[in-house]
């Protein structure tokens, strides 16, 4: 297997990426912080954003935004103006679609292998994401800001494992 | 001396707001914006832009299956494909539909531009 570290790819691209696209700084809080079962609620409410990825790497990533980090970065993505609940969804897929594109790209061209992404999903309402993606166990990286806190769930395999890393 | 015009095919409002904000203010115009492959199909077919900038990731038709139909349609349309996947396998896949160039998501300004000018000049070279 290539000495490719999944998570701390992740990690580089969500910080490059929010850094770039809204200019938010990324400072990431002790990985195993807070109970498990703490943590898995945080898929099942909320603002989140979901996306998975197909081919060498098979994944599901979850981001889960605290409220004010979330209207922190649609409006930063429309020039500081609260985009129509319309709209909302699409600035949040075109976060996750980028932050995640930068790491499967690294990733892919790490194994000289093809992985894609699918559509990304928004979620708002009090939708259990844990039993709808199948997602019981996995990484997590969380993040403070000094707008509010980002939690991203990682569940992956890689192709020639043929087994779920989580 | 005539504005470039540009069509934008991208489901993204905030690429699509960034690209006519960088755009117009470096002599471009912007004539239409489709949000999916069917509608940029169609919105070609009646505004003829000079360039199209596209990007792969969408819902419906993907960007690099409608590049190939637009192509097939008017092989001489100028396409620039746009992506959050920039590993060297997606630009063997925007070459082998006959493209030549592929921008990272997020793109840097300056690297936009000088494509986007050199596709030009190109264009007018070939006229």
Known sequence: MLNMDVKEIF???????TKKLVKLELKKVCDEEGKEEDKADLLN????????????????????????????????????????KEEVPLYLNEYINIACGHAVSRMNNLAGQASRLSIPSFYQEEEPLEDKWGVHSGRWLSYHTEIGRLHIFIKYSLQSENEEVG | MEK????????????????????????????????????????????????????????????????????????????????????SGTLEEVKAIGL???????????????????????REEGK
């Open chain 1, 45 to 84: 409410k909320g603002y989140r954003e979901a996306i998975e990825t197909h081919g060498y790497i098979n994944s599901i990533v979850i981001c889960q935004f605290s409220d004010d980090l979330f209207r922190y970065i649609i409006n930063a993505m429309n020039n500081g103006v609260t985009p129509s």
């Open chain 2, 100 to 122: 030549k160039y592929l921008i990272p998501k997020p793109w840097e300004d300056d690297v936009l531009l000088a494509t986007l000018e050199m596709l030009r000049n190109r």
């Open chain 2, 4 to 87: 470039t015009t540009l069509m934008v095919v991208d489901d993204s409002p905030f690429a699509s707001k960034q690209i006519k904000d960088l755009v117009e203010e470096n002599g471009y115009e912007v004539i239409g914006y489709a949000k999916n492959g069917e509608e940029g199909i169609r919105m070609y077919e009646e505004l003829h832009p000079d360039i199209v900038i596209m990007d792969i990731i969408m819902p419906g038709i993907d960007g690099l299956e409608t590049a190939e139909i637009l192509l097939k349609k008017d092989p001489s349309a100028t396409i620039l494909m746009l992506s959050s996947l920039c590993d």
């Open chain 1, 11 to 17: 990690d580089t691209s969500f910080c490059e990426v």
